[in-house]
């Protein structure tokens, strides 16, 4: 398992969430259109339930997650699912023909959303994925409002769909749309997040100088820190330097824990199965001492006195090497602790405007797709026509 995924754990399971509401809402989608034949019909509900059970059960056969994680995000998938087949047109349509007021609620509420997001226990991938899709969203509803209203989209079959026909276009410009598309978005990447980098920090002392800090767990406060390295990984796009380094590389597993919960785990399990093996042989009776009766004689020939002393310093005996295994016992879990804890890697500095940054960043590279690619094709000629000739 990569280092990565086996960070990612937690409740609910979101893998189980998001399988399946796309599975649901792909059933929804099959059965609002008739017209598609039962054998094919058949072969779509087959796809959608491996691809859901798969992943639910798959996420407890590898040990991510428990029932309960798996069972409660499943329903919230289920509940998304429906939610958007009913109000997702809706909401569609009120940004498509609103006024700026839509995208701006929009993007107020994904912002409180990202500020409310729970802190994980342990540096997880889980938020920063999360800020990238929110940022994703807010560049999708402000490009799509935008591009609706402009000359360049098409209303056919929904307004703000970018102009494209295989047939006008051709191999050639089409190839270089995705050329030039993907090049712009690696190119915006990197040049963007240098900006931010290094002009947010200021921005954000000043804002914590008034009173207005939000302090987030695992991220260091820009107050407690004069400047940021230009170049942070990104767990979600990579630079373009690492591409050659990442396809040449072996794909390659982590062993041992890969965070504090996987240490305490582990040694919880430890603890369990040593306290399991003394309690079995304190229960064995050749690891018993044979207990004299205070009123036995072996020969006859000692005394009541003699056999109770000899009993009370047996048990002072068994006592006392009882005490001395327990504190032994401690101080090896204390060292099988510092051992456990020392092999996890430890995390890197995170600096707080690294959630600004890269909701923003996301969030151009959103708009990029849905509007700036699409009207920058059309003026260089790599277009699928004149603009809004289709409209």
């Known amino acids: 398992m990569s280092g990565s995924a086996a960070l990612e754990y937690g409740f609910p399971s979101t893998h189980s969430t998001n399988a399946v509401s796309v599975a649901l809402y792909s059933l929804l989608v099959l059965r609002d259109n008739p017209s598609i034949p039962d054998n094919q019909r058949i072969i779509y509900i087959v796809l959608a339930a491996l691809y859901a059970t798969s992943i639910v059960f798959g996420r407890v056969y590898c040990g991510m997650h428990g029932f309960l994680d798996v069972v409660v995000g499943s329903i919230l998938g289920v509940i998304l699912a429906l939610a958007e087949w009913v109000y997702g047109p809706l909401t569609n349509q009120w940004v498509w023909y609103g006024t700026w007021v839509a995208p701006v609620t929009m993007t107020l509420a994904i912002l409180m959303f990202v500020r409310i997001h729970p802190e994980p226990a342990d540096p997880c991938p889980c938020f920063d994925d999360g800020v990238a899709f929110a940022g994703v969203v807010v560049g999708i509803e402000v490009g799509q409002w935008h591009y609706s209203k402009t000359s360049f989209g098409w209303n056919t079959p929904v307004p703000a769909t970018v102009p494209y ?130 009123l036995g004689q072996e020969n006859g020939n000692n005394n009541v006195n ?75 000629g790599l277009g699928a026509g004149q603009p809004g000739a289709d409209k």
């Open 165 to 294: 026909s295989f047939q006008s276009v051709g191999l050639v410009s089409t190839s270089l749309r995705f050329v030039m598309g993907v090049a712009i978005i690696f190119i915006w990447r990197e040049v963007a997040k240098s900006v931010l980098l290094r002009y947010l920090p200021p921005l954000f002392r000043f804002i914590g100088r008034i009173g207005l800090v939000l302090p987030r767990r695992h991220f260091i406060d820009a107050r407690e820190y004069k400047s940021v390295p230009s170049h942070l990984p990104d767990e979600t796009i990579p630079p373009i330097g690492q591409l050659p380094r990442m396809i040449r590389r072996g794909r390659s597993d982590s062993v041992g824990p890969q965070s504090a919960a996987d240490a305490y785990e582990t040694l919880a399990f430890r603890e369990r199965k040593r306290r399991e093996s003394l309690g079995q042989e304190g229960m064995s009776p050749g690891s018993r001492s044979p207990v004299r009766s205070p």
């Open 306 to 380: 003699n056999s109770l002393g000899g009993y009370v310093q047996q048990q002072q005996q068994q006592r006392l090497k009882e005490e001395e295994e327990e504190k032994a016992s401690e101080e090896t879990y204390e060292k099988q602790e510092r051992d456990m804890l020392s092999q996890i890697e430890k995390p890197r500095v995170r600096y707080d405007v690294e959630v600004v940054t890269k909701l923003l960043v996301y969030s151009g590279i959103a708009w990029w797709a849905v509007e700036g690619t699409p009207i920058l094709f059309e003026l260089v």
